[in-house]
């Protein structure tokens, strides 16, 4: 069961530099369910509009600062509610109750002057209701003691923890009220790998003992292979690929998701490592036809002139390609 849906959603931003307006189109006719308690990974190189998409889906991107087309509904058991419609007020009361956001760098979310213990009182404070101070302490303690924190970690500031120590106070401090979405947005970002490795498995034991739904937006596609149950392949503010993450790996279809797979070093391989070639294309103006016939090895005429649909070839296997012949589809 579906417990989002989007639908045909855009979401462009509109600049000016100078008096010269630009609209960037970051997210463009992008369709998308996410299901319950599952793990779904979005993948894509830099700039191609992840994080657009996750901040549309938990809600923090709304005009004007954007324009927003199409639907982001939710169904949370409890009837459908379409967010980017949604008055404010409601839209509060859902998120971090029911819906939660893990951000790139943990100190957008942890005051540096204040200690963590505090951000949680205020966070705690905000979304529940505690009748004693004793709640709040036995609540926070027996969750830091579930995850493997250290209890020490409360009466420090974010700049006394190291960089792992304080993404994963940021995972539980997303996780505490125990949402029904977590959107987590490369919340491994500029640490080791075993750090990285130490922050991944805390998400994905959370995600099971919690039977919720996460949503993991990284580029790093070692990550997806080791905890997403789909994946969905952005590419220019669009979906170009969607599969369970065994097919990905396997039996991948387009161009692009076969360039980032093919990156990924491999254990007794010494051969070259060929990278996706040339540029992404600016988002203020992108190619006619296909958004990837510029880079691709296998552009023919129709792809400069046609744009390719997201298509199901079969078990959930979705890729816009036009070059994929007939008997494929």
């Not at 649909?309 to 036009?322: E, I, N, R, T, Y």
Request: hydrophobic share 40%; glycine share 8%.
């Amino acid at each position: 069961m579906a417990v989002v849906k989007v639908e045909k959603l855009k979401a462009y931003y509109v600049t000016g530099i100078y008096g010269v307006k630009r609209t960037i189109k970051a997210i463009e006719d992008l369709s998308l369910e996410i299901n319950k308690n599952e793990i779904l990974g979005i993948a894509g190189e830099s700039g191609c509009g992840k994080t657009t998409l996750t901040k549309v889906l938990f809600g923090m991107i709304k005009p004007p600062l954007t324009v927003l087309g199409g639907k982001v509904v939710y169904n949370l058991g409890d009837g459908n509610a379409d967010i980017l419609s949604m008055p404010s007020d409601q839209l509060t009361k859902l998120r971090w109750k029911e819906v939660s956001y893990i951000p790139q760098g943990s100190m957008s979310v942890l005051n540096p002057v204040r200690r963590i213990k505090k951000t949680f009182q205020d966070f705690i404070g905000t979304h529940r209701r505690m009748e004693k101070k004793e709640d709040f302490e036995i609540l926070v303690r027996n969750y830091l003691r579930d995850l493997g924190l250290p209890l020490g970690v409360l009466a420090s500031y974010p700049h006394q923890l190291s960089g792992g120590m304080r993404q994963r106070v940021t995972v539980a401090l997303a996780t505490i009220l125990k949402p029904r979405i977590i959107f987590a947005d490369e919340p491994s970002t500029a640490l080791d790998v075993v750090v990285q490795r130490g922050v991944i498995q805390l998400l994905k034991r959370i995600q099971k003992e919690q039977k919720s739904t996460l949503v993991l937006v990284t580029h790093d596609m070692a990550v997806h292979a080791n905890i997403a149950d789909r994946i969905a392949i952005m590419y220019a503010g669009k979906i170009i690929e969607e599969a369970k993450t065994s097919v990905i790996f396997k039996g991948s279809l387009h161009p692009y998701t076969k360039y980032l797979i093919d990156s990924l070093p491999r254990i007794g391989d010494k051969g070259y490592r060929v990278s996706v070639p040339g540029t992404p294309p600016q988002l203020s103006s992108p190619p006619k036809g296909c958004r990837f016939h510029p880079r691709c090895p296998n552009t023919r005429e129709m792809c400069k002139e046609k744009v390719p649909l997201l298509v199901d070839v079969g078990d959930g296997h979705k890729v816009a390609c036009s070059c994929i012949s007939d008997e494929k589809i």
